[in-house]
């Protein structure tokens, strides 16, 4: 990770060097979060002989605004302490860059996180950070990434262009973790495609654009696949797993179309690695119900489809799955959300359910509840893995 951090150090250099001799705007800003997991049963492999599991995480955000505004650095540092899994028990920096700002472009540079995608339940082409998976199960903790990005804003669209110096390993539940495959991932001897290993230089460039109702994006990848193929291999005379990351070219685009209280979502992607080559898509609908029985209460309800080329034969959660769910906001002072979802896996005939459940207290305090629940269908959907994870969560988090 030192190699990784040289990016963003080059930026606060690089700042030091251009800002002004004038007043600096600095605020510091953060949360500490406590964590409780209650699982319905046992773990189905060994070390997982527990039902309840306590964690705490500190994410403090350092900002600085310097040149009037045109000059910004964040600093963004996490860390979790696991009661049971030592790979759950890691740090990360989510955030350390510098961005300079300009009449008609923006300069960014050093660890960052991008998002891009418009579906619920699947980001099918979020692709430029690796995904922090010892966080949670549905993907979206990410890990930061280094980058240089520079961002031309035109009448026809917004062009980014990415250079990517240094590769992020996914991380995984290690033997004590639950919502893990039977076999242990070996990080420490993961393989790479390329000579360069973690050090290789991965490009991309996004073009994306508003048309009245619509929203869309299209972007080209080149690098290392942040999804890794596994390899039977053995430690110590256990069977263990072994990550192998691959090159890979990917085509993505993702859209958008509101149109009254309807939301259409679309996301289209296109890979090619020395392994295979496919397409993937992830469709979906959300229509809103607008302040129900004259209250302040917004009700959505939502329905998504997931379809990879592969088939059976995909290493994805979702090749065949069909999504259902609702949304209710209250638009109240405490923020208070509620989303709940159901998958079903058409080919393996497995279910997931899912519920999350969010309100703040006071100026400081958010409480959040979270269950998950599994079902396989199938002996050989990988969703058999962790079907008996099924657990409810509840976090504190205390913004400073």
């Known amino acids: 990770m030192n190699k990784q951090l040289f990016s963003a150090g080059l930026a606060v250099l690089l700042l030091s060097g251009t800002a002004q001799a004038e007043e600096v705007f600095f605020e510091a800003t953060g949360k500490l979060s406590g964590e409780f997991r209650g699982y319905f049963d046992e773990g189905k492999f060994s070390g997982q002989d527990y039902q309840t599991g306590t964690s705490f995480a500190i994410e403090p955000e350092l900002f600085w605004e310097l040149n009037g505004g045109s000059d910004t650095v964040t600093f963004t540092p996490f860390y979790r302490v696991d009661q049971h899994d030592e790979e759950r028990t890691h740090g990360d920096v989510r955030e350390l860059s510098w961005i300079h700002v300009a009449d008609d472009w923006e300069l960014r540079t050093g660890l960052r996180r991008v998002f891009w995608g418009v579906t619920e339940f699947n980001h099918l082409v979020d692709v430029i950070n690796q995904t922090d998976a010892v966080e949670d199960s549905d993907g979206e903790d990410k890990l930061g990434q280094p980058m240089v990005n520079l961002s031309l804003v035109r009448d026809w669209g917004i062009v980014d262009l990415f250079i990517l110096p240094g590769f992020r390993e996914r991380t995984f539940a290690g033997n004590d973790g639950r919502l893990r ?56 005379a256990v069977p263990i797993l072994v990550p192998v990351y691959e090159q890979m070219d990917q085509i993505g685009f993702d859209g958008q179309a509101t149109i009254e209280n309807w939301l259409w979502k679309l996301e289209l992607l296109w890979r090619d690695t020395s392994a295979e080559q496919y397409t993937a898509m992830q469709a979906g609908v959300e229509y809103t119900f607008y302040g129900v029985a004259e209250s302040a209460v917004d009700l959505g309800v939502l329905a998504e489809y997931g379809w990879d080329e592969r088939g059976e034969n995909a290493d994805a959660s979702f090749q065949n799955d069909l999504f259902i769910g609702s949304r209710i906001t209250l638009n109240d002072e405490a923020s208070t959300e509620f989303l709940a979802g159901l998958g079903y896996d058409i080919d393996y005939q497995s279910h997931s359910l899912f519920a999350e459940a969010s309100s703040r207290f006071g100026e400081n305090w958010k409480i959040s509840l979270d269950a998950r629940v599994f079902d396989a269908g199938d002996s050989k959907d990988p969703i058999v893995n962790i079907e008996q994870d099924d657990m409810v969560q509840l976090t504190a988090d205390y913004y400073f």
């Open 181 to 236: 495959s039977g076999l242990v991932v070996d990080t420490e001897n993961a393989r790479y495609e390329s000579n360069d290993g973690d050090q290789h230089i991965d490009t991309a460039v996004r073009w994306s654009q508003s048309f009245d109702l619509y929203d869309v994006g299209l972007y080209w990848f080149k690098g290392t696949n942040r999804d890794p193929r596994f390899e039977l291999g053995v430690n110590n």
